[in-house]
């Protein structure tokens, strides 16, 4: 019975339905439990959330990337399904809190001056969160000395800047000057991405890595995060 309701908890997840009202990216689902209410379903038979999360969620979420590369599925359903993941997050978040779950890390997320797209950057901050990972999103338009007393005040171990414009890259280049200029660039492992960023642009500004999208960028932080246990 429970990997039964996991495994719904995944197709939901990928069929992009948080509710039974929703009716799914691939055919008429209106009317069955979506991941909301199997996630009520799961908890009332005593499945850890942290099953809920890696087994339903994140393993959805894999799915839905690997459609995403194969170009089955486009940004508004890969978005369909990390809003729903999202919204699976704030419903387990005090279940995690009391079953003792220790994030693995935190993460600051920022789109940088004068940028004010932010779909990308909030796609991966749910992705990262199902993931395992704190999230503190500043939002977008950030100014560098905002994000710099960001990574004071919250001592994360990563930092995520976001840029879709190449007129305001240049931003990015400035953020990674005021954190060496505080004194604390060594103290945080910084990620770029965006439409116009390269891996040569990242390793131009000193960067620890770069993500080509939502999926792409898990992976760097996991890949980083497994370095910095070692």
Known sequence: MEEDIIKLIQLNVVQGRMTKDDEGLDEDMIGQPGVSELIEQALEQKISANDIINKGLTAGMEI?????????????????????VGGAMEILEPYLASSGVKSKGKIIMATVKGDLHDIGKNIVSILLRGAGYTVKDLGNDIEPQAIVDAVKEEKPQFLGLSALLISTMVHMTETMHALTESGIRKQVKVIVGGAPVSPEFARSIGADGYGTDGFDAVRVVEKLYAEGKK
Request: glycine share 4%; aromatic share 14%.
């Open 64 to 84: 839905v990337g690997k459609k995403f590369e194969q170009k089955e599925y486009y940004i508004p359903d890969m978005l369909a399904s990390a809003q729903v």
